[in-house]
């Protein structure tokens, strides 16, 4: 089980912040009386999964793993806590991540490093590191992440799990503590894609606690999954085929999709132009939202408070001792973009882009279903290899970042491996398209 799991590799991995094994047994137990009273269960009930730091369950710390937050337990279950809880899901722990979900290493982190079972001397991806090695290391069976710019999908693509970042807005972003509103979106990372859509079931769906929740009902994701590719066009945008590429990981990528090809589906080559642009664009509209989110944490309402004499050195001390170096940088770089004199140069300019990238998507969609790419241009890196060049580190979401802009779905699938690291698949959709991501991805595994 996975409890015995954990305590034999946890030492190691170090997937969990906190554990909640005492509630977690008790969840267990009342499935149990369930069925013992022979009551019917949901598919999730009593299955273990972990939840990453930054979503709120009552009662039990949340701390974004950052210092700030670092004693925080919310009074209320973030909107997919609830669902889980009442498909009477069992929640073993809050797993690792980058702080306040800024990274792609978990190297950001305020408390530990999270080590890739795969290769223990690599990182897990980020910034859901936590919650993809747990899973990878049997420490869940199911876990939720929080995808701003591919932090569901990279460390599903290095852990050789599925990840799915959902259509923006079709699961509640309430209790998910905010990096960027506009592009942040819940999602699972599990083994395999029924098991993605058997979260998808527990977790999706509109909640008017969320002002950009979608109000459209809510399809039985596993009823679609063995539909097959047959009649599927899948396009292949030459721009995430770049040079930067790691050649066995552009192979697993072309492998994957011919295999999908002979399974029935259609190739075809498309360009999506404005795609060079999406790697600035992304760092400049996340920095913008994430500097006003995280205004909030001043050292009075919320979390750490550091020392001062007057109110002004009171928060200055509070967010400088309470944010890690990351998390200041982008505070920095967002106040920056938004201030009254390069509003218009960047942060404006960035929105104008995102429409544009949007508007290439749409253009593709009009021709194919889906859109094949490689989730990552390279596999695992080595603990500390990157994390004192946050531009090289920033590179990682090339392939990512441009899905959350566009607000579409997308599935990170394991397509192999190279040098005993997995490489990802990943598989974007229209919006709401997460049934025709499913089926393609049941299809190819
Ligand atoms: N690595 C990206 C970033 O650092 C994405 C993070 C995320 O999706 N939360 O912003």
């Known amino acids: 089980d996975v409890f015995?799991?954990?305590?034999?590799?946890?030492?190691?991995?170090?997937?969990?912040?906190?554990?909640?094994?005492?509630?977690?047994?008790?969840?267990?137990?009342?499935?149990?009386?369930?069925?013992?009273?022979?009551?019917?269960?949901?598919?999730?009930?009593?299955?273990?999964?972990?939840?990453?730091?930054?979503?709120?369950?009552?009662?039990?710390?949340?701390?974004?793993?950052?210092?700030?937050?670092?004693?925080?337990?919310?009074?209320?279950?973030a909107t997919v806590t609830a669902k889980l809880l009442s498909a009477d899901a069992v929640i073993v722990g809050k797993s690792n991540l980058d702080e306040f979900a800024m990274g792609s290493s978990t190297e950001n982190s305020a408390f530990?490093?999270?080590?890739?079972?795969?290769?223990?001397?690599?990182?897990?991806?980020?910034?859901?590191?936590?919650?993809a090695a747990a899973v990878a290391a049997g420490e869940a069976i199911w876990a939720l992440g929080s995808d701003t710019g591919g932090s569901i999908r990279q460390p599903a693509a290095y852990c050789g799990l599925v990840g799915l970042k959902p259509t923006y807005g079709l699961v509640s972003r309430y209790g998910l503590?905010?990096?960027?509103?506009?592009?942040?979106?819940?999602?699972?990372?599990?083994?395999?894609?029924?098991?993605?859509?058997?979260?998808?079931?527990?977790?999706?769906?509109?909640?008017?606690?969320?002002?950009?929740?979608?109000?459209?009902?809510?399809?039985?994701?596993?009823?679609a999954l063995a539909g097959g590719v047959k009649g599927?066009?899948?396009?292949?945008?030459?721009?995430?085929?770049?040079?930067?590429?790691?050649?066995?990981?552009?192979?697993?990528v072309e492998t994957a999709v011919k295999q999908l090809e002979s399974a029935g589906a259609t190739v075809k080559e498309v360009s999506m132009p404005n795609t060079e642009y999406a790697l600035s664009t992304y760092y400049l509209i996340a920095t913008a939202e994430a500097s006003s989110n995280l205004a909030r944490f001043d050292g009075v309402s919320y979390g750490f408070r550091g020392e001062g004499n007057d109110i002004v050195s009171m928060y200055k001390n509070s967010r400088t001792q309470g944010f890690g170096d990351e998390v200041l940088r982008r505070i920095m770089l967002g106040t920056y973009a938004l201030s009254s004199g390069y509003y218009d140069a960047y942060y404006m300019k960035a929105?104008?882009?995102?429409?544009?990238?949007?508007?290439?998507?749409?253009?593709?969609?009009?021709?194919?279903?889906?859109?094949?790419?490689?989730?990552?241009?390279?596999?695992?890196?080595?603990?500390?290899?990157?994390?004192?060049d946050p531009f090289t580190m920033y590179l990682e979401d090339v392939c990512t970042v441009p899905i959350n802009l566009a607000g579409v779905?997308?599935?990170?699938?394991?397509?192999?491996f190279t040098g005993g690291l997995p490489i990802g698949l990943?598989?974007?959709?229209?919006?709401?398209?997460?049934?025709?991501?499913?089926?393609?991805?049941?299809?190819?595994?």
């Open 4 to 77: 015995s799991r954990i305590d034999s590799v946890e030492s190691t991995v170090k997937a969990y912040i906190t554990e909640t094994r005492e509630s977690a047994l008790n969840q267990a137990a009342a499935v149990d009386g369930k069925l013992a009273r022979g009551e019917s269960i949901a598919p999730l009930a009593g299955i273990p999964g972990a939840l990453k730091d930054n979503i709120c369950v009552k009662g039990a710390k949340t701390t974004c793993a950052s210092k700030m937050l670092a004693n925080f337990v919310p009074p209320y279950d």
């Open 112 to 131: 530990f490093v999270t080590r890739n079972p795969w290769d223990t001397n690599t990182v897990p991806g980020g910034s859901s590191g936590g919650s």
């Open 177 to 223: 503590v905010a990096y960027a509103s506009s592009l942040d979106q819940i999602g699972s990372i599990t083994r395999d894609v029924t098991d993605c859509a058997l979260v998808m079931n527990a977790i999706a769906g509109y909640d008017a606690k969320d002002s950009t929740s979608i109000n459209a009902a809510v399809p039985d994701y596993t009823a």
């Open 232 to 252: 599927l066009t899948i396009g292949l945008p030459r721009e995430y085929f770049g040079a930067g590429m790691d050649s066995a990981v552009r192979q697993a």
């Open 351 to 388: 929105l104008k882009v995102r429409t544009l990238i949007k508007q290439d998507f749409d253009r593709a969609f009009a021709d194919v279903d889906i859109l094949a790419t490689p989730t990552t241009p390279r596999t695992a890196f080595r603990i500390g290899e990157k994390v004192n």
């Open 409 to 416: 779905p997308a599935l990170s699938l394991p397509c192999g």
């Open 426 to 445: 990943q598989l974007i959709g229209r919006p709401l398209g997460e049934e025709t991501l499913l089926r393609a991805g049941y299809a190819y595994e």
